[in-house]
């Protein structure tokens, strides 16, 4: 058994302090998320402390590499940690054609803003600023180009003869100025508290609650949260709880918060829960993927999975209150579980969330937000960054994810696929494409250079045609929208010409059913009437297409309805072809396809 090594021991106790002091201070605390690691390159100069560069291949993401056997006190790892954060903060890691001149003017301006916050400690090793105030980084680095780099302004960077950062073209100061904006409008907070006697220092972990202390977990420890939990703030205020009843916790993708209830007492395992819980439905976009149903039960639905994942994961504790747990529905999808509890919605329909008995805890509540530019933009940030999350979060083993939750990460990177192009599977796995085969029992023209030969023509079997139909149900009801009903009948149209289904058994029902017998595809639309009879009744279409006798027993059913109908059961091969946000009063057991507006 190796023995352990008192004097890296206490090393490396003394760089954690230093890093414990850095993400504690208000100014550095909101640069999130950035992970420490050893730099074991070979190539690594003796006078080398650390450099700050993104994670390969990420953006969201920055790592500070750190001499591992430096033996530093923790303010001096304090001072080196600051350093590479303001690297980040000022946004120096963007790519400059003059790198050289550029790295040395960041230095320079970092290392004089440190000696004017008087944070942390100069190493002994670290030479001082100039006297000449440097009014920013931009003017120096064009008087450097111009002037070469004077004697005086060399070796403040901590990375020996390297560059202490690395610059990417990709790198978007935008994000991380922003984060560093909020450092500084906290420490202004904070040095106002600590003036009027509030407080007795600007920082430290007293300061931190709980739910605090859970956040920078996520952000120094779980990079799969990592990025998310950068971006949202947590709101402890009974008063702000109070009025928006949360009993726990809640969260608005939109305000980027996450309420926690001081009033629930939650440990500091449990913060870690419950944040866990709310950035998984802001990065899983349960939002979004609602689609027409009904918004709290799907909320539930979501509730089980993540819940179970978490547990799984061992990711904190699950709170007493507003846990929604059941190990029998482990593996099974948030879509799967809502088709189960849908169908005893006075049951869940009194559940309690995180947020209260029969209040959902994603609390926006305008899903056609979404849509519009800024939404869009949104919703693609938060599934980058859950996406570079797990990818980093896999890269540096950080921990069991489960193999459905990354399953449903992966699918956030694929475009949703467009309703028309699952209808159009839909009518390939139903019926299969027609076998043509040669014969001579029917002769082809022949050729005019070699009219003697005889030629075999293409030829159907009789047995593929025989049956090759499918029945279409349209609610033509006052609710149907018109556009979608063209938009569904083209569609209807194309395919079954695609894939030579000649005629199509009709049924039109509003108020009571219209047998339209077969009818020529391309008649369809024209022949399409709404009709305005009140509610819709589809049970006795079904009946009559399942009960007719010249209606093949296997031939599939597609249902065009708006989803204002009765509760029917189909004994078929079915689907429906729906509005988007539409929803059916019953769970449905084929598929069902969502026209887009």
Known sequence: MAKSNPQRKAADDARAEGWSLVSQHPLFSQLQPVHLAADESPTRPENFWALIQLAPSYTHFAIIKYHPKRIAQPAEWAYVFAHCLLHLGFGH????????????????????????????????????????????EENLYLKFCAQGIPQAYKGFGLAGDQHDFHMRADFDPKTWANQFAEGIRRAADNALEVAGGYKSTLSGQGGLTHAGRARQWFLSHYPMLGAL???????????????????????????????????????????RFVIAHELLHVGLRHETRCQGRNFFLWNVACDFVINQWLVEMGVGLLPPIGGLYDSSLAGQ???????????????????????????????????????????????QFYRECLMQGLDYHLQSSRGLVPAHLIEEIRALGQPPIPWDVELARWFDLNITPLEKRRTYARLSRRQSASPDIPRPAWHVPLEQTDGRTFGVLLDTSGSMDRVLLAK??????????????????????????????????????????????????????????????????????LIITDGCTD????????AFLMPQGSRLPFSPQGKVFRVAP
């Open 229 to 271: 939990a950068a971006h949202f703030k947590i709101v402890e205020d009974k008063q702000v709880c109070s009025g928006l009843k949360i009993t726990v916790a809640a969260v608005s993708s939109q305000m980027r918060e996450i309420y926690i209830n001081p009033l629930a007492n939650l440990s500091e395992e449990q913060c």
């Open 333 to 379: 999808s948030a879509e799967a579980i809502y088709d189960r509890i849908v169908l005893d919605s006075k049951k869940f329909g009194k559940s309690r969330t995180f947020c209260d008995i029969g209040r959902a805890d994603m609390i926006d509540g305008l899903p056609d937000w979404w849509q519009s530019a800024a939404g869009r933009d949104l919703d």
């Open 488 to 557: 569904a009948l083209g569609a209807i149209a194309s395919y079954a010409m695609a894939r030579e289904v000649s005629r199509v058994r009709v049924v039109f029902c509003d108020a009571h059913p219209h047998d339209q017998g077969y009818m020529e595809v391309v008649d369809i639309a024209g022949a399409v009437k709404v009709r305005g009879r009140g509610g819709t009744v589809l049970k006795p279409g079904i009946d009559l297409l399942e009960k007719a006798e010249d209606f093949p027993k296997k031939a599939p059913i």
């Open 567 to 574: 509760i029917f059961q189909v004994r078929r091969e079915h």
């Open 93 to 136: 890691l963007k790519s400059h054609s003059s790198p050289n001149e550029w790295v040395a003017a960041c230095d320079c301006m970092v290392a004089q803003f440190l000696g004017q916050l008087k944070f942390g400690r100069r190493p002994p090793d670290y030479p001082l600023p100039p006297l000449e105030r440097i009014k920013d």
